[in-house]
């Protein structure tokens, strides 16, 4: 049983049939696309002669009985609290309501929707009856840990203890580890729970990284390409590669039809620059922390959401604050208290639009080399990247 977002369907349908399954044979849909009796024609199918059975989280909500989950609600809780990984589930003695619909597995594309134990969809897909249940997911971990033992606790029952468990024994130790004002021995006990989870984590877990599994294709391509027009380089290609890759294939980006694309790519350096508040821009910021619109974020009355974007443009350019247009509008508006009923006559607003704007960019000498020089700069704002232009 294949359960993915309507969207993912056709793939996961065109990569079993790359992989010799036969649609209406041994590969069957039971979505919202066709009619209940195409569903029902379809699933009885697979209980009879086996074989892959594709379906929607939506589906699972509304027709768990069908996949196989029991009738009774005993049933159903006896199933969801089945122990043990992998083949050890099956060994458990279900209810004789769950024995019609045995899946060897569940397939769970797009996982971390199942991130939260206590939602009807997982304490739905617990309900049903497998023997293996694998989760594919590029976010085991959207926000806390707590979300990864969820996830762990409906494919690998019983490995990191119940809820309370793993938050008495992983959860809070590595949050207090990581606390800015943790003392040693908290940093001391979060190292040792972090690695004691990540060892018992990692037999159950494969992890690829796009780059990685698109390099090897590329490799495996250049490599047929090669053995095809010279058999005996073929012998030279199963040596393994020697040193980092730089090279544009290991790039994600396609360069067909690009002219002149480079030939290497160059080292990729991060450098963050922490940027303090000028004066002009901490006037505006204290001054509008004291405001109104701030006091009625903090007293849930207002948006904070709002606040904390005014905010950022102060911190990023306060001539941002005086940009009048369909996003700023009401920004503008909201820091207008500051100085009038104008923003625009903000003394911090205009000595920090003026004090950013006298200081341009310092001219490049002309050294005689005429090489385009190219630059990307990256911005949260419309208004912002014309500032840095």
Not at 180 to 206: H, V
Request: net charge neutral; glycine share 8%; charged share 30%.
């Amino acid at each position: 049983l294949v359960l993915a977002p309507t969207t993912l369907l056709p793939h996961w349908h065109k990569e079993f049939v790359v992989a010799g399954l036969r649609d209406g044979v041994n590969l069957h849909k039971f979505a919202g696309g066709g009619s209940k009796a195409d569903r029902d024609r379809a699933l009885s199918k697979v209980r009879a002669h086996g074989g892959v059975l594709l379906t929607t989280y939506g589906m699972v909500l509304h027709n768990d009985d069908s996949l196989g989950a029991p009738a009774s609600e005993e049933d159903a809780e006896k199933v969801a609290a089945a122990s043990g990984r992998g083949a050890a589930v099956a060994a458990q003695d279900m209810p004789s309501g769950a024995k019609g619909c045995h899946w060897d597995w569940i397939v769970c594309d797009e996982g971390h929707k199942l991130k939260n134990p206590n939602a009807q969809l997982p304490r739905k897909v617990r309900t049903l009856p497998s023997s293996h249940r694998l989760i594919i997911t590029g976010t085991p971990i959207q926000n806390h840990l707590a979300e990864l033992w969820a996830l762990y606790d409906l494919c690998c029952p019983g490995l990191l203890g119940d809820e309370a468990e793993f938050r008495r024994e992983y959860s809070k130790k590595i949050a207090a580890g990581q606390s800015r004002d943790a003392t040693q021995r908290q940093r001391s006990a979060g190292a040792r729970a972090s690695e004691e989870l990540r060892n018992k984590c990692k037999p159950f877990m494969l992890r690829r990284e796009k780059s990685s599994v698109l390099a090897r294709a590329k490799e495996e391509e250049e490599k047929e390409r090669r053995a095809r027009n010279d058999p005996e380089a073929q012998n030279a290609d199963d040596a393994p590669p020697s040193g980092p890759r730089t090279s544009i294939e290991a790039s994600t980006t396609g360069w067909a039809g690009v002219k002149h694309a480079p030939q290497q790519l160059g080292t990729k350096n991060d450098l963050i620059v922490w940027l303090p508040l000028r004066p002009a821009q901490e006037r505006l910021y204290r001054a509008f922390l004291k405001s109104n619109t701030v006091r009625s974020a903090l007293n849930k009355t207002g948006s904070a959401l709002s606040a904390i974007n005014i905010l950022k443009k102060i911190c990023d350019h306060p001539a941002l604050c005086l940009a009048i247009t369909e996003t700023s509008a009401a920004d503008a508006a909201a820091t207008s208290h500051v100085a009038g009923s104008s923003p625009s006559r903000s003394p911090a607003i205009q000595d920090g639009a003026k004090e950013e704007g006298e200081e341009g960019d310092p001219e490049e000498e002309d050294d005689g080399d005429k090489r385009e020089a190219r630059r990307l700069a990256v911005a949260a704002a419309v208004a912002a990247a014309g500032l840095t232009e």
